[in-house]
């Protein structure tokens, strides 16, 4: 019985494919990114997220420090969940060639858990907290599942592409669905809770519907491998033996501890930034509504501009180019309040801080969609085929750890100096991210992929 997958060859691998995937299969993948985007942005970024911490938990002692602990420990939960189990649904996927499968498994688990969040009303806490740790975890796993798609999509070269329009699609749904959350179903506040309920409700249904051409166009090509034992258990073998093997890919793990950093300030950024808007800014609806829009638009500019870039410049670049924006965008953020008193006494003006804020919104969703396209581009470059779900799985126990660091450091962070002075841990995460990104060779470990593909190379086998 094997007890070790070498190199190239052995019982899970699958047998690489050349060229384009047919156009509606690519279409049907970037559909799933058009049809999250609905929860991403209605439940975590911008309106559950707000109506959570304001109105379902509310004030404690003058303050919203506790409501924001209590939302980064439920994110942080999560997505702890997914480090444990991501890995190994990885390594059964690839040797089961149960990708669509488990997708669908994630796909349904989100969309059921997101439509009970109508029954969280004011004080409902635990149950509030329990569905969105639930739904959180449902959503993250899929998002590692549809990734792992992506190397069977295209050529190397063209990933960037197909990652960027999948992005770029994904933020067009949240605009989509944001637009009807701000006609329909209105403001997140107290006042308003009986219509804003049905958030949870409609972001599961539009889930729901989105994805379906996802699960009649996207196939599953790989091949399942027969098994002496349980695939369970081959699946743990085979993870650690990736473990180790992980030296070869040398190239892809110094990028996915670059990544844990980098993805430690977007999760922040995900989940505090219309929390920030609406307790450090202090803007009104309308303002708030504008940044829906302005953020959905310029990050799926971002994620096609930098995804055909990226093919020019080589992913490596792409992605420090991102988190440079990054940091200027964070130090616009927390500067925001000083900009706007300056720009006002230069030039004479009476503009508000929520004004300002609108600019430096811009360049936060640049930064938010191509940062985002760039690193899933580089690990489907650094992934041989037949190992793509399981290398995608530590892909997602990066992100999900990531998420574990940032938003509980911020989360304590902010009950001792208050929210507004903690986003600038973001900008510390992404200059380490840069810092440690230096170390990444692309040509290196994209030829680290081709080797482990190589269908001249010898396997080994050790048998128990």
Same mark, same amino acid.
């Given at each position: 019985?094997?007890?070790?997958?070498?190199?190239?060859?052995?019982?899970?691998?699958?047998?690489?494919?050349?060229?384009?995937?047919?156009?509606?299969?690519?279409?049907?993948?970037?559909?799933?990114?058009?049809?999250?985007?609905?929860?991403?942005?209605?439940?975590?970024?911008?309106?559950?997220?707000?109506?959570?911490?304001?109105?379902?938990?509310?004030?404690?002692?003058?303050?919203?420090?506790?409501?924001?602990?209590?939302?980064?420990?439920?994110?942080?939960?999560?997505?702890?969940?997914?480090?444990?189990?991501?890995?190994?649904?990885?390594?059964?996927?690839?040797?089961?060639?149960?990708?669509?499968?488990?997708?669908?498994?994630?796909?349904?688990?989100?969309?059921?858990?997101?439509?009970?969040?109508?029954?969280?009303?004011?004080?409902?806490?635990?149950?509030?907290?329990?569905?969105?740790?639930?739904?959180?975890?449902?959503?993250?796993?899929?998002?590692?599942?549809?990734?792992?798609?992506?190397?069977?999509?295209?050529?190397?070269?063209?990933?960037?592409?197909?990652?960027?329009?999948?992005?770029?699609?994904?933020?067009?749904?949240?605009?989509?669905?944001?637009?009807?959350?701000?006609?329909?179903?209105?403001?997140?506040?107290?006042?308003?809770?009986?219509?804003?309920?049905?958030?949870?409700?409609?972001?599961?249904?539009?889930?729901?519907?989105?994805?379906?051409?996802?699960?009649?166009?996207?196939?599953?090509?790989?091949?399942?491998?027969?098994?002496?034992?349980?695939?369970?258990?081959?699946?743990?073998?085979?993870?650690?033996?990736?473990?180790?093997?992980?030296?070869?890919?040398?190239?892809?793990?110094?990028?996915?501890?670059?990544?844990?950093?980098?993805?430690?300030?977007?999760?922040?950024?995900?989940?505090?930034?219309?929390?920030?808007?609406?307790?450090?800014?202090?803007?009104?609806?309308?303002?708030?509504?504008?940044?829906?829009?302005?953020?959905?638009?310029?990050?799926?500019?971002?994620?096609?501009?930098?995804?055909?870039?990226?093919?020019?410049?080589?992913?490596?670049?792409?992605?420090?180019?991102?988190?440079?924006?990054?940091?200027?965008?964070?130090?616009?953020?927390?500067?925001?309040?000083?900009?706007?008193?300056?720009?006002?006494?230069?030039?004479?003006?009476?503009?508000?801080?929520?004004?300002?804020?609108?600019?430096?919104?811009?360049?936060?969703?640049?930064?938010?969609?191509?940062?985002?396209?760039?690193?899933?581009? !580089? #690990? =489907? /470059?650094?992934?041989?085929?037949?190992?793509? +779900?399981? @290398? $995608?799985?530590?892909?997602? *126990?990066?992100?999900?750890?990531?998420?574990?660091?940032?938003?509980?450091?911020?989360?304590?962070?902010?009950? !001792? #100096? =208050? /929210?507004?002075?903690?986003?600038?841990?973001? +900008?510390? @995460? $992404?200059?380490?991210?840069? *810092?440690?990104?230096?170390?990444?060779?692309?040509?290196?470990?994209?030829?680290?992929?081709?080797?482990?593909?190589?269908? =001249?190379?010898?396997?080994?086998?050790?048998?128990?």
């Amino acid at each position: 019985m094997p007890e070790r997958y070498a190199r190239r060859a052995g019982p899970c691998s699958a047998p690489a494919r050349q060229g384009y995937a047919p156009r509606r299969e690519i279409v049907g993948w970037a559909m799933f990114d058009f049809a999250n985007q609905a929860y991403t942005l209605l439940i975590i970024t911008v309106v559950f997220g707000e109506l959570f911490t304001t109105v379902i938990v509310g004030e404690h002692e003058g303050s919203y420090r506790l409501a924001n602990f209590l939302w980064s420990l439920a994110l942080s939960l999560s997505y702890l969940m997914v480090v444990v189990s991501a890995p190994l649904c990885g390594a059964i996927m690839d040797c089961r060639a149960e990708k669509k499968r488990f997708l669908r498994w994630s796909y349904v688990a989100t969309v059921i858990s997101t439509a009970m969040l109508y029954f969280v009303a004011p004080g409902y806490v635990a149950l509030g907290f329990f569905l969105i740790v639930v739904s959180n975890y449902a959503y993250s796993m899929g998002e590692s599942f549809i990734a792992a798609f992506l190397p069977g999509l295209g050529p190397p070269s063209a990933l960037g592409r197909i990652s960027g329009f999948g992005w770029a699609l994904g933020y067009l749904g949240g605009l989509f669905a944001a637009g009807f959350t701000l006609l329909v179903l209105g403001e997140a506040t107290a006042d308003n809770f009986a219509r804003i309920r049905f958030v949870g409700p409609f972001a599961a249904g539009f889930f729901l519907l989105a994805a379906m051409p996802t699960f009649a166009w996207l196939k599953e090509r790989a091949v399942p491998q027969p098994a002496a034992v349980g695939y369970g258990r081959l699946a743990r073998r085979r993870m650690l033996a990736t473990w180790r093997d992980l030296r070869h890919f040398k190239d892809l793990s110094r990028f996915l501890v670059s990544l844990l950093f980098s993805m430690a300030g977007v999760y922040i950024i995900i989940a505090f930034a219309f929390i920030y808007g609406a307790q450090v800014i202090g803007w009104d609806a309308q303002v708030r509504n504008g940044m829906f829009i302005i953020v959905q638009i310029t990050a799926a500019g971002g994620a096609v501009g930098f995804g055909a870039l990226q093919d020019r410049l080589g992913g490596k670049r792409t992605y420090q180019l991102t988190l440079a924006l990054w940091v200027a965008a964070i130090a616009a953020i927390w500067a925001t309040p000083a900009l706007t008193a300056w720009l006002n006494g230069t030039f004479g003006r009476a503009w508000q801080a929520q004004h300002v804020f609108l600019v430096v919104g811009c360049l936060a969703g640049a930064s938010l969609g191509s940062s985002q396209s760039a690193s899933r581009t !580089l #690990v =489907g /470059l650094f992934s041989p085929r037949e190992k793509a +779900a399981e @290398l $995608f799985g530590f892909w997602g *126990l990066a992100n999900k750890l990531a998420g574990v660091l940032g938003i509980v450091l911020l989360g304590v962070l902010q009950m !001792l #100096v =208050g /929210l507004a002075g903690s986003i600038l841990l973001c +900008a510390a @995460l $992404f200059i380490a991210a840069m *810092l440690i990104c230096t170390r990444v060779d692309e040509a290196r470990g994209r030829a680290a992929a081709r080797q482990w593909s190589s269908p =001249g190379a010898a396997g080994v086998q050790e048998a128990t």
